[in-house]
């Protein structure tokens, strides 16, 4: 049977019509301008595609003849293109001598083509990242200001508060004792609902549930958002990158394989260390919001904490000022309203290792 001579490596357009071929027949011999004669199992191929054949497909429901050994032995396969012979194949992985060489090629082109595409795109991003990075430096310090005063001034409340999100889940709730059996004291007794012992069950007692705390970031032993986003930023400004989408191909076609490798995992690197720090940030300012605020107020007023403190929020001009009073200690973290008007948004290529 005539089939087509190709005197350099098949395109991707046809390769495209063999895979699309045989993901309609099932059948690659009845391929006309592929190759079905006798190949020996010594020659040297490149693979093109990696083929899987639906056997369901094929009239017989058989197995695809092989070239290179013998009839009806596969359905995983790969199309090839054998260049000594000037001829495209698909052949099974059951018999060819250069089988292990041709795979680890085809992984490298395929690693290769997808490193290039990724980076092309990942290169029309990077002003835009650039921007955010800048708008964000901002927001970065006075998220840190806010943190570092109230870790600063409020320092045993923040240990509290950071033992109540390690130890209790960051719930806030007191026990209220209501019948001690040693003393055979009885004391306010409101029926069974939500009671249960304690301890050496010796007592029962009533929780008295907060709620949860939010913005757990501001709780940290060691916040360090500015940090964060100059590590962003070195992971994509080593490139100092400024061109056309020419430019940016040149650039790619010029890396070596480790260089090409190197830059799609620190643009990669910046994608997810920036979704890190876009939710601490957000999180952190989350401690400071007005129901938060007031859920630590009704806590730490509550007549059944032993260790009271005051948390309030009043709004100005433009800004917001958070209060804090513990005893003798107290502390205002000011929040300018345009932390609240910053815009995360992050364009990036979607995460697919090829
Ligand atoms: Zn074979």
Redesign the pocket.
Known sequence: MAHRVFKDKPSKFFCDDVTEFISKTGEPEKHPDLYTGRID?NEEYEILRHIIIDGRKRPNADMAP?????PN??LE?DLVYLRNIKVAAV??????VHAAQAERQYKIEERKFYEETYLLEAFKFLASKRDTILAGRSVAEQVLKAYRTFRRDMTDLQARLRTIKERGNARLVLYEILRDEDSEKESDYYGPAGFRGRGDSSAESRDIDFGFLDGTTALLKNYQPVIELNDIDRNISFLNFKGDEEDAMNLIAAMTDAERRATVASLQLADSKYEKFSKRVQDCLDFFAPENIERLNKFGTHPLNHQPFKASISRGQRRRVVHFKEGRVSCSIILSENLYEFDYAWEMVPFKQG
């Not at 092989?66 to 013998?70: A, F, G, H, K, L």
């Not at 052949?91 to 060819?96: L, T």
């Open positions: 199992s092989c070239p290179m050994c013998s032995r596969f396969g052949i099974g992985r059951c018999c060819a």
